[in-house]
């Protein structure tokens, strides 16, 4: 129910055709991590584009880039399957992928903080606390331009 100030408490209703769009799009209506990280949303019905607008692909310049940029779209992907999770926690499909993206993500970041140090401050190593001394995110380095 939604609360309206005028009239008092009215009823919501999607639809049948809701419950039954979900039952029969299930997985098959889920993008890719890359194409739902560049859409904003990993269901293929959702982007809505305004007007001419149309998303670019992003190309990495650098090895580090390039993994930076597969770590952002597992997490992209993730964070928008947890929210498809809590409201259909029974969807067993969509658990086991959210579930491999989770895996593919943690590769990814050990692959990352192994060759250029850590991504999360919690992830400093040694007795020196250097995560001040990685490159600020709007700083120039050699292989790539941050705005």
């Known amino acids: 129910m939604l609360f309206d100030d005028n009239i008092g408490f009215m009823t919501f209703d999607l639809g049948s055709n809701y419950s039954n769009n979900l039952k029969e799009n299930k997985l098959s209506n889920v993008l890719n991590p890359e194409e ?6 990993m269901y293929k019905d959702e982007f809505k584009p305004y007007k001419n607008y149309t998303y670019r692909k992003i190309e990495p310049l650098s090895k580090r880039d390039q993994l930076l940029f597969e770590i952002m779209k597992y997490d992209f992907a993730i964070n928008d399957l947890n929210l498809c999770l809590d409201l259909h926690p029974d969807d ?3 658990l086991q992928l959210f579930k491999r993206y989770v895996e593919k993500a943690c590769e990814k970041e050990l692959e990352y903080v192994k060759l250029y140090g850590p991504l999360q401050v919690d992830e400093v190593d ?6 001040v001394n990685e490159p600020w995110p709007w700083n120039d380095r050699e292989d790539a331009k941050y705005v």
């Open 36 to 41: 739902g990280f560049l859409r904003g949303n």
């Open 92 to 94: 067993e499909e969509l």
């Open 126 to 131: 040694g007795n020196t606390f250097n995560w």
